[in-house]
């Protein structure tokens, strides 16, 4: 393996995830991040603003941010309405997401997993009508935080019925970091996604992409810093954070694409930005390139 | 592989690395650990309590513990005086410290690595005479924060140097969390040691645990809670925490003899008395395994 192709999700993902910033905030972050050399970046969801008061300046934010026409950007829907709007306002790249937990989707999307993906079916005419793709991300692919393991067979009904539908992507969201390495083998010897989002709670961040690449995936998503943690739980980490992701493949001779000195201004950004100390140890200690003085 | 053991560093590694706690804490923390199934324990260190006053109650510490027939206990002395104190103490198996990169040994031993070496092969008969086997940790092993990256042929000659002069067996330190799953591979598969002891400095203790098991090593490190982080950098990380590591094997099947209630129960302690938020995350979140309720 040579390259490894990085989604960035600090801008939606951390950020839907931590105490609502401004517009403006959002806009830096993207445009520092659009300066990195990231391929992908994941940058609004198009949500009602009462269930997601983070996301209410989506199209403000989208409106005014740089768009640097080497990155490819996408946008996050919970429902045709949504998808109207990402599409209205330019985007490409839409992305939905159905959990593998019958549980967790009901509580999540207050419906059945079954009927989210009726829902699905009927998306990606409007989305393909419209010249964009759709990728659908199924959510607790690894484990749900209620019912626990959830059967890979499980898993692969989905994404045997969404790829029927015409679903262009797949993602796995390891919505809970319940993923270990073990699992993502468990997993991904059923079926295989074109990407994979996974969370570092507990420490198996680096394992699981380490694992998986072992089994050929080449694409991940990665929040700059970390961020997206709860900052109720001090210590406590979400998304895997990019900088982490980028220094182990850059030291094991992947490329990226991505300036890792770029990226970590991006991180010290993201931290002023959100006002609380982010997780990620390559921030905090640097990269183990930076030698000390002596 | 079906068993990795486990050595719990946190009552001296962990706590040597925090601000000081008083004697009867520490006593604690070894009892706690001392119940949780853990195969061995790093118990204390004698060195001069000027250097380390973390470690100056060693004696009694060890003195007023409870000793678990089942457990191996071992000491980490940095001389031949600290030698004869863990000897008198009762402990018949002894480390000591050597660093691999000659500017961090002159830096924390104040002399050169050879030295040190010399040092060492007049230690092993003293601590051989007493019944005693000596284990040789080789500090900056997968790389200086001075000097870099430290070939593997360096440490290979170190290591071949020890075994000569009876070393009883080898331990590669990554004392300032350098090593990444190439790393581990490059060093690995040029010198083989009994042991390694990770940090998780920068995000990759787990995937390099994991490298190494792949290359046959199932000894290692951890310290319970993640103790021994430095303080003052939020966020930053020491040793990889025990919970973590513990949580990863038992998924994949791996035994550890280690109950993980009773080590959650021994980093709630842990985190009480040094009185911070520890960085692991298997202890912020709980177990996978554990659901939450609907």
Redesign the interface.
């Known amino acids: 393996m040579t390259g490894v192709s990085i989604r960035e999700v600090g801008p939606r993902d951390g950020l839907q995830n931590e105490e609502p910033v401004p517009a403006e905030a959002k806009i830096q972050l993207l445009d520092a991040l659009s300066r990195t050399g990231v391929a992908r970046i994941e940058a609004v969801s198009f949500v009602h603003p009462k269930a997601i008061p983070q996301m209410a300046d989506a199209d403000e934010v989208w409106a005014k941010a740089w768009r640097n026409p080497d990155v490819r950007y996408s946008a996050l829907i919970p429902n045709s309405r949504g998808a109207q709007r990402a599409l209205a306002a330019g985007f490409r790249e839409i992305e939905v997401v159905v959990s593998a937990s019958d ?1 967790h989707n009901r509580r999540n999307l207050n419906r059945s997993t079954e009927e989210s993906l009726d829902d699905i079916a009927q998306l990606i005419p409007l989305v393909h009508g419209a010249g964009a793709t759709l990728e659908v991300i199924v959510a607790t692919s690894f ?1 749900c ?4 393991d959830i059967d890979p067979d499980r898993v692969a009904g989905i994404v045997a019925r969404v790829r029927a539908d015409g679903a262009d992507r797949i993602a796995f969201g390891d919505t809970t ?2 993923a ?4 993502v083998r468990d997993l991904l010897t059923a079926v295989r996604p074109d990407l994979l989002h996974f969370h ?8 699981n ?3 998986a690449m072992d089994l050929g995936v080449t694409e991940f998503d990665a929040s700059v810093g970390g961020l997206g943690g709860c900052p109720y ?5 979400g998304n ?2 990019t900088e ?1 992701v980028v ?2 493949l850059h ?3 992947i490329d990226t694409g991505i300036d890792l000195d770029a990226l970590l201004e991006a991180a010290v950004l993201a931290e002023r930005l959100v006002g609380r ?6 921030l ?2 640097g ?3 930076r ?2 003085a ?1």
């Open positions: 549980t484990g935080p209620f019912e626990g970091g319940m270990t390495p073990r699992r570092n709670t507990r420490g198996t961040g680096l394992a992409i380490l694992t739980a001090p210590g406590a980490s895997v954070a982490e220094h182990m030291d094991m001779g100390p982010l997780p990620s140890g390559v905090r200690a990269p183990r390139t030698l000390s002596l």
